[in-house]
């Protein structure tokens, strides 16, 4: 729903689609490692030797959707990369066959092979979510509808901080306004689609073999929001701590004194929103407590906000990988609770590697080595 590049951009004083754009530039870099790094992580060299070229060529279309993507619709921008390398593998793989061993073939009951109703089904959440939130950010056919949606919005100003709280000029802060989005949240759309998912998958169950229903689908939701309860509230905690620390003035002088560090800051950009996913489990929470400190280095350091913005929230990425919130996430999914510290133990070198790359991209865009790969 790319609501941390919107919480980046807003609390960063940048457009988020300019953010997006620098993001998408520097991810579709990563995008073509990440392929191979889960070949070796899955099967070692010899995974990584026997299926490179597919690797190769997943690894191209994803950072072509994150490449292409932002300057459409940045919401879309991860969905549409990875139907691209999905696509893009299947069309390989028609021409292409792996040359792996015998011993090594993997074995399917015919019974188990999917049908076609299976493959629908199975993208359906994917390719609907990308058609629903298409429609309502770029249809302009008679009527601009995102500027419709974009209307519905409840504009409130905080009590006992708005009117208060003044900007350089004496005048009231626009920052002390919450602004509600109903119908122009992305979020809203994604709730619609999971509502349309939730019956489509209750009502067909693939020839009997996935029997459930659409009460059990909805069920779900509650469930989810119970299990995560704790790392809902320390979001909210989070976001909440960063207001105060933007409002009070905390953010700005941390910035003005990290902006001593001149173009190394660069370098250090991305760690900053690692650390702030790692400790919060949320990269919107990362961005609202560092956007802010970031477009103030930026600013003393004169190097481009927009650069450490997507830095920050490409760093946030990486860390959710090692996130406590994030891990008990995943064990809960899989049904192997108390197993977080394992997975972290194995985790913790790929995301600690992956940052130091994104760091290296992010001082060579800084200090313009990149040239016009990256976007005016």
């Not at 350089?168 to 689609?193: K, V």
């Not at 130091?356 to 992010?362: A, E, G, P, Q």
């Amino acid at each position: 729903m790319s609501i941390p590049v919107t919480t980046a951009g807003n609390l960063g004083g940048q457009e988020p689609v300019s953010v997006a754009q620098n993001m998408g530039h520097l991810t579709s870099i990563i995008c073509v490692l990440v392929p191979f790094l889960l070949l070796f992580i899955l099967d070692g060299a010899r995974g990584v030797r026997q299926l490179w070229p597919l690797a190769l060529i997943a690894g191209i279309a994803a950072g072509a959707g994150h490449f292409i993507t932002p300057g459409v619709s940045y919401e879309l921008t991860s969905v549409v990369g990875a139907l691209l390398a999905f696509a893009a593998c299947y069309l390989f793989l028609l021409a292409w066959t792996p040359t792996t061993p015998d011993e090594y073939h993997s074995e399917i009951d015919g019974a188990d092979k999917p049908d076609r109703e299976r493959v629908i089904l199975a993208l359906l959440p994917y390719v609907l979510v990308v058609v629903i939130i298409a429609i309502t950010k770029l249809w302009k056919f008679g009527v601009d509808l995102s500027a419709v949606l974009s209307s519905t919005d409840i504009k409130i100003a905080w009590p006992g901080v708005y009117g208060n709280l003044l900007t350089a000029d004496g005048e009231a802060s626009t920052s002390a306004i919450y602004n509600l989005q109903t119908l122009s949240n992305p979020g809203t759309w994604i709730l619609l689609t999971a509502v349309i998912v939730c019956i489509v998958y209750g009502t067909r169950s693939s020839g009997g073999r996935f029997q459930t229903s659409v009460g059990a689908m909805f069920a779900v939701l509650p469930r989810t929001i119970y299990t995560l309860r704790m790392s809902i509230l320390t979001i909210a905690s989070v976001m909440a701590l960063a207001y105060v620390m933007n409002f009070s003035g905390q953010t700005t002088a941390v910035g003005a004194a990290l902006a001593t560090t001149g173009a190394a800051f660069a370098f250090l950009s991305p760690v900053l929103g690692w650390i702030g996913t790692a400790v919060a489990g949320s990269a919107t929470s990362a961005g609202a407590l560092f956007a802010n400190l970031q477009a103030t280095a930026a600013a003393g350091a004169g190097l481009d906000p927009r650069i450490l913005l997507a830095a920050n929230t490409i760093g946030g990425g990486l860390g959710k990988i090692v996130s406590p919130q994030n891990l008990a996430i995943v064990t809960t999914a899989v049904d192997a609770p108390g197993t977080d510290a394992e997975i972290l133990k194995k985790a913790a070198p790929y995301s600690i590697g992956l940052l130091l790359v994104l760091c290296c991209l992010v001082l060579a865009a800084s200090q313009g080595w990149l040239g016009a790969y990256m976007p005016a």
